[in-house]
């Protein structure tokens, strides 16, 4: 069966509070932080960007397992804050971990759930026998243009999983997707920060995207909520997964751990793969875990899961567990933020 | 720096690829064609070398005048790492400031962006090391 | 091999020469140590030229026939030859040019040593600078010369608990001198406060551990020792002229606390000459930072290893000891025009023991050293002189 084989997830170690960015704008930001359910977000060194994300993310994921990782048919790469628009991410992931040349590669956009595409693709290439492990990773270095809302928000982060059929630890039983042309939330090609459509992005693109796939799945599987351990859906802030937990009748318990947000704000294509890497640190043989991913434009991936034995014999100490992560943090002032996300005007031609 | 020659080396400064001489098994970084050991006798002997990316720190300095494409990190601190396979390579250090930092600490390599070539030129990428990461995968 | 003396001696003021272009400075030099040596260019047989980066600093290449076309010389057509080592290149020029008249391939031989840094921003001479060090696995992942030495410095300090107060008064003898030689960059003196308070370049060095960037040029006209007494009634021999090498990046070398380079080329010359270090006068060193200072002051065998950051602070290789280090101001004090350095050194040395060198001579200096690094500690060349009767 196809499943996931290693996993790896990177965080920066940079974060800013909605206080501070309040601060700057006139804004009460613990209020605010407070109505989203955000207290921090992490924020990019100057030294990284989705690329550096991704390939530490994939780096962590090749340090558990003991592959040739010449034998990785393929790398997928999904975010929305590519480096290049052109030129792919997947093959500097690819020849840092020693996959090149014999591999296929390609990057992915669908806002938030760009990884989550790549883990069905890679599912695709694994279970046809095309490939005998394909890696899907999601990572991103989102941006809000200052004083947006979004900016309270918007934050970096990415985890990579290996998806074969040998030696997994936790097994894809089921994915599915409901997609429609939604436009709640874009970026035009050459500008700098999205746009959105405010209260648009809440009903008629997340929640009914969410509950109609996780319906969807569920309906197929044959399963109800109690059935999973857990339940990670995607988490734009730390409000929206409960509520769309509470309207599909899953418990806090079962969504808690899996709600990344509050602590490193939205990281975009890198939310719903962090999260399922924090609940498989923890998670134990026979745990079912429903994982559903929404990528505004729209659309979710929904995935059913079920942890194997593997688990107990899998060496998550041999890279950065989610938790240890989340814990390492430094706080940055908005000015040193400003400084590393490069929204200071600088000299032309230095 | 030109693009070719960037290219060129990237196996080496994405992975730490350096070489190792089958005669007389040294390990070198960055890669050589000639082992300084066993010179001639080496030549078409050289093999392909990952190293690890764990080693200590050996010096340290930040840096306040910096070079060119490092503006936005000043200071920034660069070391001699001495690698665990005994080996000493120039890097940078990062996630630490220079108060924290002292000769002999353990340090891993973590994968970072270098510079880039302007804003429409290509991205340079490669290694730095991180106390900080050395200490994520040795504490449970 | 026949013995070479030094027969004359030219240099330029060192510093921001804002309207003088490389090549005016390299002819003031060279015709300087002509007059000096009163020949004229029909007693040439070649020229020799030492800089290191005329192609960054002024996208000039093939300087060496520039400068003698500008000296005037094209028409003689003369051999000219532009050698580069780094910052040694004018003191490897000098190695050529001594080689060249030992061997009686040619009789009476100018060398120049110039470069013109002013032209380009500090920014940029800084990434020229950097082009010594390993291009690919030093300077491209963010290493600076300075960090450089503020690498070997913080090794040095950890090894040998030598202290910042003692690379400070390498910096202060520097200046000291310095602000005795009317062609010095630097004429002021400072103190050992001075140097601590200043704002960092790379820690633990700062601005003041470190030579500022300069134009200057300078040169020396050579000849056979047999028959030096036709140009000057003071001929300086050339009792040895070593060069040697190590590695190119720092982080592949023995022990970064020392320049093996300079520590082999020492030995070797004072083999060579017949003398031990404690028989030298006066030292023109490599002191482009106050911590190349210590290094080479050990690495020539001035001081025991570990021991140099003690014996400055307790006052020696200050003027009138022996040996006096760096009477004209040194790289800190008198300037850092590279290609210049290496002669500089030279015409620093010939002048003490000529006598003629002022407010800084040193009373009966015989025996004089000079020791030019390029890169960081890559290749040195070390020139033992002595004084003839």
Same mark, same amino acid.
């Not at chain 1, 990019?44 to 592959?67: F, K, L, S, Y």
């Not at chain 1, 937990?245 to 509050?262: C, D, H, S, W, Y």
């Not at chain 3, 003088?20 to 140590?33: N, P, W």
């Not at chain 3, 760096?326 to 008198?334: A, D, P, R, Y």
């Given at each position: 069966?196809?499943?996931?084989?290693?996993?790896?997830?990177?965080?920066?170690?940079?974060?800013?509070?909605?206080?501070?960015?309040?601060?700057?704008?006139?804004?009460?930001?613990?209020?605010?932080?407070?109505?989203?359910?955000?207290?921090?977000?992490?924020?990019?060194?100057?030294?990284?960007?989705?690329?550096?994300?991704?390939?530490?993310?994939?780096?962590?994921?090749? +340090?558990?397992?003991?592959?040739?990782?010449? +034998?990785?048919?393929?790398?997928?790469?999904?975010?929305?804050?590519?480096?290049?628009?052109?030129?792919?991410?997947?093959?500097?992931?690819?020849?840092?971990?020693?996959?090149?040349?014999?591999?296929?590669?390609?990057?992915?956009?669908?806002?938030?759930?760009?990884?989550?595409?790549?883990? #069905?693709?890679?599912?695709?290439?694994?279970?046809?026998?095309?490939?005998?492990?394909?890696?899907?990773?999601?990572?991103?270095?989102? #941006?809000?243009?200052?004083?947006?809302?979004?900016?309270?928000?918007?934050?970096?982060?990415?985890?990579?999983?290996?998806?074969?059929?040998?030696?997994?630890?936790? +097994?894809?039983?089921?994915?599915?997707?409901?997609?429609?042309?939604?436009?709640?939330?874009?970026?035009?090609?050459?500008?700098?920060?999205?746009?959105?459509?405010?209260?648009?992005?809440?009903?008629?693109?997340?929640?009914?995207?969410?509950?109609?796939?996780?319906?969807? !799945?569920?309906?197929?599987?044959?399963?109800?909520?109690?059935?999973?351990?857990?339940?990670?859906?995607?988490?734009?802030?730390?409000?929206?997964?409960?509520?769309?937990?509470?309207?599909?009748?899953?418990?806090?318990?079962?969504?808690?751990?899996?709600?990344?947000?509050?602590?490193?704000?939205?990281?975009?294509?890198?939310?719903?793969?962090?999260?399922?890497?924090?609940?498989?640190?923890?998670?134990?043989?026979?745990?079912?875990?429903?994982?559903?991913?929404?990528?505004?434009?729209?659309?979710?991936?929904?995935?059913?899961?079920?942890?194997?034995?593997?688990?107990?014999?899998?060496?998550?100490?041999?890279?950065?567990?989610?938790?240890?992560?989340?814990?390492?943090?430094?706080?940055?002032?908005?000015?040193?933020?400003?400084?590393?996300?490069?929204?200071?005007?600088?000299?032309?031609?230095? | 720096?030109?693009?070719?020659?960037?290219?060129?080396?990237?196996?080496?400064?994405?992975?730490?690829?350096?070489?190792?001489?089958?005669?007389?098994?040294?390990?070198?970084?960055?890669?050589?064609?000639?082992?300084?050991?066993?010179?001639?006798?080496?030549?078409?002997?050289?093999?392909?070398?990952?190293?690890?990316?764990?080693?200590?720190?050996?010096?340290?300095?930040?840096?306040?005048?910096?070079?060119?494409?490092?503006?936005?990190?000043?200071?920034?601190?660069?070391?001699?790492?001495?690698?665990?396979?005994?080996?000493?390579?120039?890097?940078?250090?990062?996630?630490?400031?220079?108060?924290?930092?002292?000769?002999?600490?353990?340090?891993?390599?973590?994968?970072?962006?270098?510079?880039?070539?302007?804003?429409?030129?290509?991205?340079?990428?490669?290694?730095?090391?991180?106390?900080?990461?050395?200490?994520?995968?040795?504490?449970? | 091999?026949?013995?070479?003396?030094?027969?004359?001696?030219?240099?330029?003021?060192?510093?921001?020469?804002? +309207?003088?272009?490389?090549?005016?400075?390299?002819?003031?030099?060279?015709?300087?140590?002509?007059?000096?040596?009163?020949?004229?260019?029909?007693?040439?047989?070649?020229?020799?030229?030492?800089?290191?980066?005329?192609?960054? !600093?002024?996208?000039?290449?093939?300087?060496?026939?520039?400068?003698?076309?500008?000296?005037?010389?094209?028409?003689?057509?003369?051999?000219?030859?532009?050698?580069?080592?780094?910052?040694?290149?004018?003191?490897?020029?000098?190695?050529?040019?001594?080689?060249?008249?030992?061997?009686?391939?040619?009789?009476?031989?100018?060398?120049?040593?110039?470069?013109?840094?002013?032209?380009?921003?500090?920014?940029?001479?800084?990434?020229?600078?950097?082009?010594?060090?390993? #291009?690919?696995?030093?300077?491209?992942?963010?290493?600076?010369?300075?960090? #450089?030495?503020?690498?070997?410095?913080?090794?040095?300090?950890?090894?040998?608990?030598?202290?910042?107060?003692?690379?400070?008064?390498?910096?202060?003898?520097?200046?000291?001198?310095?602000?005795?030689?009317?062609?010095?960059?630097?004429?002021?003196?400072?103190?050992?406060?001075?140097?601590?308070?200043?704002?960092?370049?790379?820690?633990?060095?700062?601005?003041?551990?470190?030579?500022?960037?300069?134009?200057?040029?300078?040169?020396?006209?050579?000849?056979?020792?047999?028959?030096?007494?036709?140009?000057?009634?003071?001929?300086?021999?050339?009792?040895?002229?070593?060069?040697?090498?190590?590695?190119?990046?720092?982080?592949?070398?023995?022990?970064?606390?020392?320049?093996?380079?300079?520590?082999?080329?020492?030995?070797?010359?004072?083999?060579?000459?017949?003398?031990?270090?404690?028989?030298?006068?006066?030292?023109?060193?490599?002191?482009?930072?106050?911590?190349?200072?210590? !290094?080479?002051?050990?690495?020539?065998?001035?001081?025991?290893?570990?021991?140099?950051?003690?014996?400055?602070?307790?006052?020696?290789?200050?003027?009138?000891?022996?040996?006096?280090?760096?009477?004209?101001?040194?790289?800190?004090?008198?300037?850092?025009?590279?290609?210049?350095?290496?002669?500089?050194?030279?015409?620093?040395?010939?002048?003490?023991?000529?006598?003629?060198?002022?407010?800084?001579?040193?009373?009966?200096?015989?025996?004089?050293?000079?020791?030019?690094?390029?890169?960081?500690?890559?290749?040195?060349?070390?020139?033992?002189?002595?004084?003839?009767?």
């Amino acid at each position: 069966m196809v499943g996931i084989v290693s996993y790896g997830a990177y965080i920066p170690r940079y974060r800013i509070s909605p206080k501070e960015i309040g601060r700057v704008w006139g804004i009460d930001g613990v209020a605010y932080g407070k109505s989203l359910n955000i207290q921090t977000k992490s924020v990019p060194g100057p030294d990284e960007d989705t690329i550096t994300i991704a390939t530490q993310a994939a780096i962590h994921a090749m +340090d558990r397992v003991n592959i040739n990782p010449e +034998d990785i048919g393929a790398i997928y790469v999904g975010s929305e804050s590519h480096p290049y628009a052109v030129k792919p991410s997947a093959t500097i992931v690819g020849e840092t971990i020693g996959a090149t040349p014999n591999m296929t590669a390609a990057d992915m956009e669908f806002a938030c759930k760009a990884g989550t595409a790549a883990i #069905q693709v890679s599912m695709g290439l694994v279970s046809s026998d095309m490939c005998k492990y394909s890696m899907a990773i999601g990572a991103d270095t989102s #941006q809000g243009a200052p004083g947006d809302p979004l900016e309270y928000s918007a934050s970096a982060g990415g985890a990579a999983f290996l998806i074969g059929k040998e030696k997994t630890i936790a +097994d894809i039983n089921y994915t599915c997707s409901y997609t429609t042309d939604t436009p709640d939330f874009w970026r035009r090609e050459g500008q700098k920060y999205p746009r959105h459509g405010g209260r648009f992005t809440g009903e008629p693109a997340y929640f009914k995207h969410i509950t109609s796939c996780a319906n969807m !799945l569920m309906k197929h599987m044959n399963t109800k909520p109690e059935d999973y351990t857990y339940a990670i859906f995607h988490q734009p802030n730390g409000k929206y997964p409960f509520k769309v937990a509470r309207m599909l009748n899953f418990k806090e318990e079962q969504v808690k751990e899996g709600i990344l947000t509050p602590l490193i704000g939205n990281t975009y294509s890198g939310a719903v793969m962090i999260a399922l890497s924090a609940i498989l640190d923890k998670a134990k043989p026979g745990d079912r875990i429903m994982v559903v991913a929404f990528g505004s434009g729209a659309g979710c991936d929904g995935f059913d899961i079920t942890v194997n034995e593997n688990i107990l014999s899998y060496p998550i100490n041999k890279a950065p567990t989610v938790d240890w992560l989340i814990k390492r943090n430094v706080m940055l002032d908005y000015a040193m933020y400003a400084k590393y996300r490069t929204k200071i005007i600088l000299n032309e031609g230095d | 720096m030109a693009v070719p020659r960037y290219w060129r080396e990237v196996k080496s400064r994405y992975r730490l690829q350096g070489s190792q001489c089958t005669r007389c098994g040294r390990i070198y970084f960055p890669k050589r064609s000639v082992c300084p050991y066993c010179k001639r006798q080496s030549i078409d002997k050289i093999v392909p070398y990952n190293l690890s990316g764990e080693g200590t720190v050996e010096s340290f300095t930040s840096v306040y005048e910096p070079m060119g494409g490092f503006e936005m990190q000043v200071p920034y601190i660069m070391a001699l790492i001495k690698l665990k396979e005994g080996i000493t390579i120039t890097g940078q250090i990062v996630d630490i400031e220079e108060k924290d930092l002292k000769i002999g600490m353990p340090v891993k390599m973590v994968f970072r962006k270098i510079g880039e070539d302007g804003k429409s030129g290509i991205i340079y990428y490669g290694y730095k090391f991180s106390p900080e990461m050395y200490n994520s995968i040795s504490t449970p | 091999m026949r013995e070479v003396a030094i027969v004359g001696i030219g240099s330029t003021k060192f510093g921001e020469l804002w +309207d003088r272009s490389f090549r005016e400075i390299g002819i003031e030099a060279g015709l300087k140590a002509m007059n000096d040596a009163k020949i004229t260019s029909s007693d040439l047989d070649a020229l020799y030229a030492g800089t290191m980066s005329t192609g960054s !600093l002024i996208n000039q290449e093939n300087v060496a026939s520039l400068l003698l076309d500008y000296s005037g010389l094209a028409s003689d057509h003369l051999p000219a030859i532009r050698i580069e080592a780094g910052e040694a290149s004018g003191a490897l020029a000098f190695h050529q040019a001594y080689i060249s008249v030992a061997s009686g391939y040619y009789n009476i031989v100018v060398v120049g040593g110039a470069e013109k840094l002013t032209d380009v921003s500090e920014d940029v001479a800084r990434e020229i600078t950097s082009a010594t060090s390993d #291009q690919e696995w030093e300077s491209f992942l963010g290493s600076t010369q300075a960090s #450089q030495y503020a690498l070997i410095a913080k090794r040095h300090m950890h090894q040998y608990n030598t202290s910042r107060e003692a690379m400070a008064q390498m910096s202060v003898i520097s200046h000291a001198n310095a602000s005795l030689n009317p062609t010095s960059h630097m004429q002021n003196k400072i103190t050992i406060e001075d140097v601590l308070k200043a704002p960092p370049v790379a820690t633990p060095l700062g601005m003041l551990d470190c030579a500022p960037m300069s134009d200057g040029a300078a040169a020396v006209i050579l000849c056979p020792l047999d028959i030096a007494k036709k140009f000057t009634d003071t001929p300086i021999k050339v009792s040895a002229s070593v060069v040697s090498t190590d590695t190119i990046a720092l982080f592949n070398r023995r022990d970064i606390t020392s320049f093996d380079s300079t520590i082999l080329a020492a030995k070797k010359a004072y083999d060579i000459s017949n003398k031990s270090p404690d028989k030298i006068d006066i030292a023109e060193i490599n002191d482009n930072y106050s911590i190349a200072g210590l !290094l080479s002051v050990e690495d020539l065998m001035f001081s025991e290893k570990g021991k140099v950051s003690k014996n400055l602070l307790e006052g020696k290789y200050a003027l009138g000891d022996k040996p006096s280090i760096n009477t004209s101001g040194g790289l800190k004090g008198h300037g850092q025009p590279y290609g210049a350095v290496g002669v500089s050194q030279l015409v620093e040395v010939v002048s003490q023991l000529r006598g003629e060198a002022g407010k800084r001579q040193v009373s009966g200096a015989s025996v004089g050293l000079t020791q030019t690094v390029g890169g960081i500690g890559s290749v040195s060349v070390v020139n033992i002189l002595e004084r003839v009767n």
